[in-house]
């Protein structure tokens, strides 16, 4: 039996390793991540996470973990940002309101899925033009959902959160455990 870690992502494989967890492999996804029309974010995120664990080539007996985080403001899906523009517009629009983010997990162990999501509030600040173009600027709104991450800068604009940190970042910790014991995969081994 092999963990496959089912991402590109940088963030879900240092949360896997809060676990303790380094994967065997790591096999990145590809599948198109456009939401269907009408598509709500919640089934949205959960179809994501099932559709990267079924893109991953694996043996029978091996465990995919693949996830998707999306950022929900009302019925609206806010994705990964195409450019500076696409992030500046999602910005000005989270700021000063209150928005969900869900981040589902899929597990796969040959043709058995196991899957859960994790939903979080957030209530971003309104920012200035300084805060805005400095954010901006710095880069680290790319390759994120809703253009910002939680643990890096944009920390200083959300005073409050209610849910999973973890879950935020990409890869909520309590939901993950729970599905990798569920697939077999001993992450409470000792030593
Ligand atoms: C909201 C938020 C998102 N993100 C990131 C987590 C995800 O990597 C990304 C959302 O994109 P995803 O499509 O979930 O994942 P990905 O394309 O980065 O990686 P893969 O599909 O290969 O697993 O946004 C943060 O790092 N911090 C945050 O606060």
Redesign the pocket.
């Known amino acids: 039996m092999k963990l496959i870690l089912g991402?590109?992502?940088p963030?879900?494989k240092e949360l896997l390793a809060q676990l303790g967890i380094v994967p065997d492999a790591i096999l990145?996804?590809d599948i198109d991540?456009d939401p269907r029309k009408g598509e709500l974010p919640r089934p949205y995120a959960a179809r994501l996470a099932r559709e990267?664990a079924a893109a991953v080539a694996a043996g029978p007996d091996d465990i995919v973990l693949?996830?998707?985080?999306t950022?929900a403001l009302g019925r609206r899906i806010l994705g990964?940002p195409r450019d500076a523009g696409e992030a500046a517009a999602f910005l000005m629009a989270l700021g000063g309101r209150r928005h969900e983010?869900i981040t589902a997990v899929a597990v796969r162990r040959g043709d058995r899925v196991w899957t859960r999501e994790s939903v979080s509030a957030v209530k971003m600040k309104r920012l200035s033009d300084v805060e805005l173009n400095a954010y901006l600027a710095g880069g680290d709104w790319q390759?994120?959902?809703?253009a910002?991450?939680?643990?890096g800068a944009a920390g200083a604009f959300i005073p409050w959160i209610s849910g999973s940190f973890t879950g935020?970042?990409?890869l909520p910790l309590a939901e993950t455990a729970a599905l990798l014991q569920a697939a077999g995969y001993p992450i409470w081994r000792q030593g």
């Open positions: 991402s590109g992502s963030r879900r990145p996804p991540e990267k693949c996830a998707d985080t950022v990964k983010v390759g994120k959902a809703g910002y991450a939680i643990q935020i970042v990409g």
